[in-house]
């Protein structure tokens, strides 16, 4: 029965167009990113600085950094959830801005895809995995969790809030950008299913992370959209997921950041491993846009 709604929900997104909401464009969508939908995540020893607390309503918020920092950084994780690299990552953006950076858990009370199934290979798991964006992953629903996480920052003394999505939450980072919003400044490394039309009521910087496994030709309509605002950007050749939970920090490239990672508390940024480049990158544009 559960597997035979699936089916129908799944088919319903594939073949019906979709109005575009007024704050900006598509909110459900289907995950046409072959990289997301087969790349796999990889096991990481680090062990994160920070700590889950309950906040905004969220049962669990990674948080790491001053309570009191007046720089305050959402991260909206990959399709993953929390996973030791993206936590990392959030630890050194902590660090380099004297921040306070937080990782609500965005998929609650439901649960982050399953690593396990995960390419997706059979016909179940392919539609199970399509159906997680109309429901856990829901864009739409995610950019209403973050709006609400920021206002609460700011509540709590944040002078600044911005947000940094990963994969699926790139999108959810962009569209959480448009008039009106309580985020200064955002940004999105290997973005999944961004198109051009979620740019385009941006208000804000950005800062956009592409790999070489995203559609070129839907960033190059973006770069042209973008043209008159605010925002930094670098086409990579990296694979999709580098700077979250499929980031292989046992990788030679990365190897010195890992070493970094097991003898100190103050993560390096300068580091020329493809892991921590996206980092520094954040850090600078986030310096430039907060700070």
């Not at 109005?19 to 062990?47: G, W």
């Not at 039309?197 to 070489?212: F, G, H, N, Q, R």
Request: aromatic share 10%; glycine share 6%; proline share 8%.
């Amino acid at each position: 029965m559960a597997l035979t709604r699936l089916r129908a929900i799944t088919a319903h997104f594939l073949r019906q167009p979709h109005p575009i909401p007024s704050r900006a464009a598509s909110t459900i969508v289907h995950n046409d990113n072959i990289a997301c939908c087969t790349v796999p995540p990889v096991s990481s020893s680090y062990e994160p600085k920070g700590s889950f607390i309950p906040y905004a309503g969220f049962n669990r918020v990674y948080a790491v950094g001053p309570i009191n920092a007046p720089v305050a950084i959402i991260c909206i994780y990959d399709i993953f959830g929390f996973k030791p690299q993206t936590q990392q990552g959030a630890d050194m953006l902590s660090v380099a801005l004297d921040a306070r950076v937080v990782m609500p858990d965005f998929f609650e009370p439901s649960a982050p895809w399953d690593t396990s199934r995960h390419p997706p290979k059979t016909k179940e798991d392919q539609e199970a995995f399509q159906a997680f964006f109309v429901g856990p992953a829901n864009p739409g629903a995610a950019v209403e969790k973050l709006e609400r996480v920021a206002r609460a920052l700011r509540v709590d003394g944040a002078k600044h809030v911005g947000a940094y999505g990963l994969c699926w939450g790139g999108k959810v980072a962009a569209l959480a950008g448009g008039k009106e919003t309580p985020l200064s400044a955002i940004g999105t490394a290997h973005p999944a299913m961004l198109k051009a039309d979620d740019t385009t009521s941006l208000s804000i910087p950005l800062a956009i992370y592409v790999s070489k496994d995203e559609p070129q030709d839907e960033y190059t309509k973006i770069l042209d959209i973008l043209k008159t605002k605010s925002f930094a950007d670098k086409t990579d050749s990296k694979f999709h997921g580098w700077a979250g939970a499929r980031a292989n920090l046992n990788d030679p490239e990365n190897r010195r950041l890992q070493a970094s990672a097991a003898t100190s508390s103050s993560l390096s940024l300068t580091s020329p491993s493809r892991f921590n480049d996206v980092y520094r990158r954040f850090a600078e544009f986030f310096k430039r846009n907060l700070v």
